[in-house]
Each structure stands twice: as structure tokens, then as C-alpha cells.
């Protein structure tokens, strides 16, 4: 696992994200792939660990229903260990129940206090509307200390009104797990940039490390500070540890 590293005023906590690579619908070897990065982000001090879209199963749409994950769920419960045992907060991709006949893309964040929280896409993409069922909430935030962070998956951060509802709503940090290819990045790199800038946030981007559900990624997870720069940047594909502490 290689390691980026930056530091900015910009955050009180110490973030990163995690670009890793998914087995296709083998959530238990996801699992292991998932410590493996909490014990490397451990060690660099991070508190807030951020995974890519639909982590824990790979990018698989047509098979999301079999695949439904909740917070307390046996096969997740090594990651609800290294929470409490890290004291670090992890968010990771994974389908979830909707309350209706479709699962939802969500993001779920496990804490090391035994709490959780789900966030659900609220937007989705392409075909996706064909095996998920969008959430009913747009801004999603949370806390840890001074830092609030507001979540998004891949196409969320597509659209301005949702960067915009996040910051309205508090956030200083805006951190998506997404699956990009490299002409989607080079559409979207500069959206992130301008919601850092134009709302004074931070934005993490966790991408996957490797292909996923057919389609091939860029890589290049990144935080952007909240000038709009990109402060540091995985180089390419595979697997990356990407961390951004506060200055002392």
C-alpha cells in the first residue's frame, strides 16, 4: 500500500481516504482488504477513514439485493472491532435497505463509540435507477470534535446543489466514495475543486483502486483543501492510502 500525505489549516482532525480494491460480491474478503487499511491509516493518526462507492461488494447493481449490508451485521463485525480498538471513525460503501422493493447505494459510517449513521445516493446514474432506489436526503452530517463532514456518493457530486446543501448545512469537510474512469475524472476533478473553493470546504474524493463492475478506474483518490487545491493525490491505480492532517 503506498501512502500520500499533506497537511492544511483547513481541517482539525486528521482525514483520509481509502483507495481500495473490491472482489466482486465477496464481502468477507472486502473486509479483511478494509482492516488492512484501518490498521495503515491507524498509523498515521487518522480519525476519519473514508472508503470508494460500494466497497464492501465491488460495483455490482444487478446482484445488490443479495448483498444488503446493515450496521450491525455479522460479516461486518471485525470493522465495528477496529473502530472501538482505533478510535477512529470509518465510512464505507455498501447496498442498503431503502424501506421499498429496491436496496440503495449507501455509506456507512461505523464509530468507535458503537454508533453508526447510513447515508443513501441521492443521485444516481445511468443504469443505476434500474437496481436502486435513490435517498431522501441530500446533506448528511456528521461530527467528530470541530469537524463536520458531509457525505456523497460518486454522482452526487455530479451536481453544484448538492456540494451546496452540504456546506449550507455545516460542513467543513465534504467526502465522497465514488467510481470514476479517467474521462470521467477529468470532468469531475474540477467540480470538486470549485466546491472546495466557492463553499471553504474540504473535499476527499476515495476512488476505486482497480476495475469494478466492468467499468475501469482512474484512481487518483485526492483531497482538494478549501482553496481548491489538490494537496495531495494518489499517483494512478492500485492501492493508496491517502491522508491529510492539520498543520501544527
Not at 499533506?6 to 465477496?26: E, F, G, R, Y
Request: proline share 5%.
Amino acid at each position: 500500500m503506498d501512502i500520500a500525505q499533506a497537511a492544511t489549516k483547513d481541517v482539525a482532525i486528521t482525514i483520509a481516504a481509502a483507495q481500495s480494491t473490491s472482489v466482486p460480491l465477496d464481502v468477507a474478503a472486502n473486509v479483511q482488504t478494509h482492516l488492512r487499511f484501518v490498521e495503515a491509516a491507524a498509523d498515521h493518526g487518522v480519525q476519519w477513514l473514508v472508503f470508494p462507492e460500494l466497497s464492501l461488494t465491488g460495483y455490482e447493481l444487478a446482484a445488490m439485493p443479495g448483498l444488503v449490508l446493515h450496521a450491525d451485521h455479522a460479516l461486518l463485525a471485525p470493522l465495528r472491532e477496529a473502530t472501538r480498538r482505533t478510535g477512529m471513525a470509518i465510512t464505507v460503501g455498501a447496498p442498503v435497505d431503502s424501506g421499498s422493493a429496491l436496496p440503495s447505494i449507501g455509506a456507512i459510517t461505523l464509530r468507535p463509540d458503537g454508533g453508526h449513521s447510513v447515508y443513501r445516493k441521492f443521485h444516481l446514474h445511468g443504469n443505476e435507477v434500474a437496481f436502486a432506489a435513490p435517498g431522501a436526503q441530500a446533506a448528511h452530517l456528521q461530527t467528530l470534535g470541530p469537524t463536520h463532514i458531509a457525505s456523497a456518493i460518486c454522482a452526487d457530486t455530479n451536481h453544484p446543489s448538492h456540494a451546496a446543501a452540504a456546506a449550507q448545512a455545516g460542513a467543513n469537510v465534504y467526502a465522497a466514495g465514488i467510481l470514476t474512469s479517467e474521462n470521467g475524472y477529468a470532468a469531475e476533478a474540477p467540480l470538486w475543486a470549485s466546491y472546495a473553493c466557492d463553499h471553504r470546504m474540504v473535499v476527499l474524493i476515495a476512488n476505486h483502486g482497480a476495475p469494478s463492475g466492468g467499468y475501469v478506474s482512474a484512481g487518483k483518490s485526492g483531497i482538494w483543501d478549501a482553496s481548491g487545491n489538490c494537496i495531495t493525490l494518489a499517483d494512478g491505480t492500485g492501492d493508496w492510502l491517502v491522508v491529510l492532517t492539520q498543520n501544527a
